[in-house]
């Protein structure tokens, strides 16, 4: 089993920045990547990016890219979302997820289906 624990959210103007940290412990040896999605009021989950564990190779969904920037520190077990020129419709919970299940092509976690482990969530609010 593997526990993480959300850290950073709160609220911030339009432009503004948060970063979000999430703290991995238990079989984190177990772990292939790490990953965050995040969930507006009356909305499905969504992926929002992911990092593999070895390696470091990122990917974001269009809607953020350029503006966050996710990173792990292998040492700590933690995981990082930078978020800059954060706009309202970047509202939501934020959650980070570990997946255990290796996939080496592309288009990998990038789906909620594939991560197997999940945090408690953090509210991130951006007001106008």
């Known amino acids: 089993q593997v526990q993480l624990v959300e850290s950073g959210g709160g609220l911030v103007q339009a432009g503004g920045s948060l970063r979000l940290s999430c703290a991995a412990s238990?079989?984190?040896?177990?772990?292939?990547?790490m990953g965050w999605f995040r969930q507006a009021l009356g909305k499905e989950r969504e992926f929002v990016a992911h990092i593999r564990w070895i390696g470091g190779q990122t990917y974001y969904r269009d809607s953020v890219k350029g503006r966050f920037t996710i990173s792990r520190d292998n040492a700590k077990n933690t995981e990082y979302l930078q978020m800059n020129s954060l706009k309202p419709e970047d509202t939501a919970v934020y959650y980070c997820a570990a997946a255990d299940y290796y996939c080496s092509g592309y288009g990998c976690y990038d789906s909620s289906a594939e991560y197997d482990y999940w945090g408690q969530g953090t509210q991130v609010t951006v007001s106008s």
């Open positions: 238990g079989r984190t040896f177990s772990m292939h990547a």
